[in-house]
């Protein structure tokens, strides 16, 4: 099993920068991680993803442009560097690996 912790989250005004990370601890090979997010009173929804191997990545069309996903290896950590935020990116972030979640960090935007 994996554990996953999120942090980096915060309040920034539109148009500012954030970096969220996740480190992962465990035995269990990682394969990919994903982040998540869910606002108040919405489902969650798939944000970005990367594949530890190869690093390959992939995006939901609405961070596209604005987000990007990368990982250290040697740190076990994954990094979403969120540019250009919103105030609908506003939601608790979430990384995932495989079927473990960590317990999510808040962003919050303000406009």
């Known amino acids: 099993q994996v554990q996953l912790v999120e942090s980096g989250g915060g309040l920034v005004q539109a148009g500012g920068s954030l970096r969220l990370s996740c480190a992962a601890a465990?035995?269990?090979?990682?394969?990919?991680i994903d982040w998540f997010r869910q606002a108040p009173g919405k489902e969650r929804e798939f944000v970005a993803g990367?594949?530890?191997?190869?690093?390959?990545?992939y995006y939901a069309d609405s961070v596209k442009g604005r987000f990007t996903i990368s990982r250290d290896i040697a740190k076990n950590t994954v990094y979403l560097q969120m540019n250009g935020l919103k105030p609908e990116d506003t939601a608790i972030y979430y990384c995932?690996?495989?079927?473990?979640w960590g317990l999510g960090t808040h962003v919050t935007v303000s406009s």
């Open positions: 990367i594949t530890w191997s190869l690093g390959s990545t």
């Open positions: 995932r690996s495989s079927t473990s």
């Open positions: 465990g035995t269990l090979k990682i394969r990919a």
